[in-house]
């Protein structure tokens, strides 16, 4: 009974391997949700805004105080100049900023350039749009970005976007500024507009993060999705937002309208009391990441695996010898361990085969056990 443009996508992986976790009482190092909560003063604000009466629809557009928290923090932190009333949609999360974008941008049988391994919503958020995908491949170990390929499939005559994610998960790999120029080179040479997520902007530990919308040519076509969640640790108040010129935004306004029209009220008023928080709290989490990283490199290494070890984001990938599917699926019962299988995530999941992708924004102490038992599975 499903319709056809959503018959081929199942269910998540996210789901399926959750699942496992609490069938089994695995420890879940495959969904990227932190064992911890954000910072006092975030939960604070969200308890002042419920007692203090924000509980009901928001504006449709946002609450303007986070409207006006958002334009500033990227004023701030990267140059970029906003109008809080037209160039700011605050969403259901980063998830709902892409699909009211393609939903709103896409015209049946339109194309979008994905590179993959790729988050899962993506494919589906372009089917449901009635869009058809291009996907350019990034391959283990380097992840290097194949900018012929990208030209080739972004030079279809029905190509209308490019969808681009860096920091990238689940690679952790976060794209250079050779990269980004090219990819931008492209975007221009053909007329795509570029949706940009960029939810891991600043849980990078190695290298830096350029906003494609920074580049010579590209405001005026990017639109830019972030969210609380993974910088504030608050993945389940899914308070993301698109930023970017008026005409593209006004586009994702159009559909988010009759996706969720507004809501999460109190999340948005706390997180304009935190966004603009002194930058210290972005580099203190990127120390505790980048250590809780180390951590669980040194941990997976000592386990036998070999470590692709990432720039950013939540996510290490292991190479292993054959299925990372099989190897996922054995893993609970083996070890008492949940990882994710990162072919999962390609259009092709034979290219990602030997892939396992493990979460690190865990405590320490979870971390360490996790990495005690795979070093040894039971009845070793």
Not at 58 to 77: F, K, T
Not at 276 to 305: I, K, N, P, Q, V
Not at 333 to 345: K, S
Request: aromatic content about 8%; charged content about 20%.
């Amino acid at each position: 009974m499903i319709a056809s443009r959503l018959a081929g996508f199942g269910t998540t992986i996210f789901t399926e391997f959750s699942a496992l976790a609490e069938r089994t009482g695995a420890i879940n190092l495959g969904q990227g949700f932190p064992d911890e909560d954000g910072p006092a003063a975030l939960l604070e604000a969200a308890s002042e805004a419920i007692r203090s009466g924000a509980n009901q629809y928001a504006p449709l557009a946002g609450v303007p105080a986070l409207r006006a928290a958002i334009c500033e923090h990227q004023r701030r932190c990267y140059g970029i100049e906003l109008d809080p009333d037209t160039d700011v949609q605050v969403t259901f999360g980063a998830t709902e900023a892409i699909a009211a974008a393609l939903l709103g941008l896409l015209e049946p049988g339109d194309e979008v350039v994905l590179i993959d391994p790729s988050y899962d919503a993506y494919a589906a958020a372009v089917s449901l749009a009635g869009g058809l995908r291009r996907t350019v491949a990034l391959r283990p170990p380097d992840w290097r970005l194949d900018v012929d390929a990208l030209r080739a499939a972004a030079a279809g005559p029905r190509v209308r976007a490019l969808l681009l994610n860096t920091p990238h998960n689940p690679t952790g790999k976060v794209f250079s500024r050779a990269e980004l120029e090219a990819i931008a080179a492209i975007c221009r040479e053909h007329d795509l507009v570029a949706i940009c997520d960029e939810v891991y902007e600043h849980l990078v530990f190695d290298g830096e993060h350029v906003p494609l919308a920074t580049l010579d040519g590209m405001f005026e076509r990017t639109l830019t999705v972030s969210s609380l969640g993974k910088t504030f640790s608050c993945t389940g108040w899914k308070t993301g937002w698109a930023t970017g010129p008026a005409g593209l935004v006004g586009a994702v306004r159009a559909a988010k309208q009759y996706l969720s029209f507004a809501g999460g009220t109190p999340f948005q008023h706390a997180g304009a009391a935190v966004l603009g928080m002194a930058d210290g709290w972005f580099d203190e989490l990127a120390g505790t990441l980048r250590e809780r990283r180390d951590r669980l490199c040194a941990g997976l290494e000592a386990a036998g695996l070999e470590v692709l070890v990432p720039q950013a984001t939540y996510f290490a990938n292991v190479l292993v010898d054959g299925d990372g599917a099989e190897f996922c699926r054995e893993l609970p019962e083996r070890c008492g361990v949940v990882a994710i299988p990162t072919g999962a995530f390609y259009a092709d999941p034979s290219i990602g085969r030997h892939l396992v992708r493990f979460a690190f924004c865990k405590r320490p102490g979870v971390i360490d056990e996790a990495a005690r038992r795979l070093a040894r599975p039971k009845g070793a």
